[in-house]
C-alpha cells in the first residue's frame, strides 16, 4: 500500500451489530476519507474527516481520527445486509493526491 | 449527471499487444486520477492530471504505461506492449479540487483488464 492499512482485513459479524474498523497511515496528512466498494463496482466515498478534526458522524457512521497515532477508525452502527462490502480509508497529502490503504472486506449475515 | 464513464468494462489481450483504457469525467471536475487494485498489491495511484495537466505520475510502474489527457472531458491510460502482470482492474476518478470543496472522489465502475 503507498499510504494506510486498515485492519482487520476481513470482518463477520451478525445484523443488527456494530461493526469497528481501523485505518492506521504512515505521515501527516491534509484529511481522510472513507470509501466503500461493493462487488465488482467502483469506490463511493461516505465520508471526510479533516485534520483538524477528532469526530465526525453521518447517519450510521461514525468516523475518529487521531492525529498523534495516526490512526482513524469507521464504525458502522445497526449494521445491514447491504452492508456487506470492502471498505477503504484514503489519506489525502499535499496537492490533490489520495493514497488508499488495504481495505476490510465487511459480511454482515442476515 | 452520467458519473464517470470508463471503457472498456472487460478487456481479455494476449501478451505483447497494446491496450487502451478511457475515461471520461465528470463535467467540471478539474483532476482526474487512474488507479490500479489487484488483490496483492490493493489500490496503487498511477497517475493523477490537474486542468489537463499531469502533476504526479511517479506512480505510473513502467515506461510501458502512459496517460493523456487532451481536453477536460477525456482521458486514456495506455499498455504498450501488455504483460500478464497487468492484469487488474483499472479505475479512473475524477474530483474538483480548489478552496471550497472537499477532494472527495468520483470513481467509474472500472476497467477489468485480463492479459494471457
Known amino acids: 500500500s503507498q499510504q494506510g492499512e486498515e485492519d482487520p482485513q476481513a470482518l463477520s459479524i451478525q445484523e443488527g451489530e456494530n461493526a469497528t474498523m481501523n485505518c492506521s497511515y504512515k505521515?501527516?496528512?491534509?484529511?481522510l476519507q472513507w470509501y466503500r466498494q461493493n462487488s465488482g463496482r467502483g469506490l463511493v466515498h461516505l465520508i471526510l474527516?479533516?485534520?483538524?478534526?477528532r469526530e465526525k458522524h453521518s447517519g450510521r457512521l461514525r468516523v475518529t481520527l487521531d492525529t498523534s497515532k495516526k490512526s482513524s477508525s469507521l464504525l458502522i452502527t445497526a449494521s445491514r445486509a447491504a452492508d456487506t462490502a470492502s471498505y477503504f480509508c484514503?489519506?489525502?497529502?499535499?496537492?490533490?493526491?489520495?493514497?488508499f490503504g488495504t481495505g476490510t472486506s465487511l459480511t454482515v449475515i442476515p | 449527471d452520467a458519473g464517470v464513464i470508463q471503457s472498456p468494462r472487460h478487456e481479455v489481450t494476449e501478451m505483447g499487444q497494446e491496450v487502451t483504457l478511457r475515461c471520461k469525467p465528470i463535467?467540471?471536475?478539474?483532476?482526474l486520477f487512474w488507479y490500479r487494485q489487484t488483490m496483492m498489491r490493493g489500490l496503487e495511484l498511477l497517475i493523477y492530471?490537474?486542468?489537463?495537466?499531469?502533476?504526479?505520475d511517479s506512480g505510473m510502474p513502467e515506461d510501458r504505461f502512459s496517460a493523456k489527457m487532451p481536453n477536460a472531458s477525456f482521458s486514456t491510460l495506455k499498455i504498450q506492449p501488455s504483460e500478464p502482470r497487468d492484469s487488474a482492474v483499472y479505475f479512473c476518478?475524477?474530483?474538483?479540487?480548489?478552496?471550497?470543496?472537499?477532494?472527495?472522489?468520483?470513481f467509474g465502475e472500472g476497467s477489468r483488464l485480463t492479459v494471457l
Open positions: 492530471f490537474n486542468n489537463n495537466v499531469p502533476i504526479d
Open positions: 476518478a475524477s474530483s474538483s479540487a480548489g478552496t471550497g470543496h472537499t477532494g472527495e472522489l468520483f
Open positions: 474527516i479533516r485534520s483538524n478534526e
Open positions: 463535467s467540471g471536475h478539474n483532476s
Open positions: 484514503a489519506t489525502g497529502l499535499t496537492g490533490n493526491q489520495f493514497y
Open positions: 505521515t501527516s496528512i491534509n484529511n
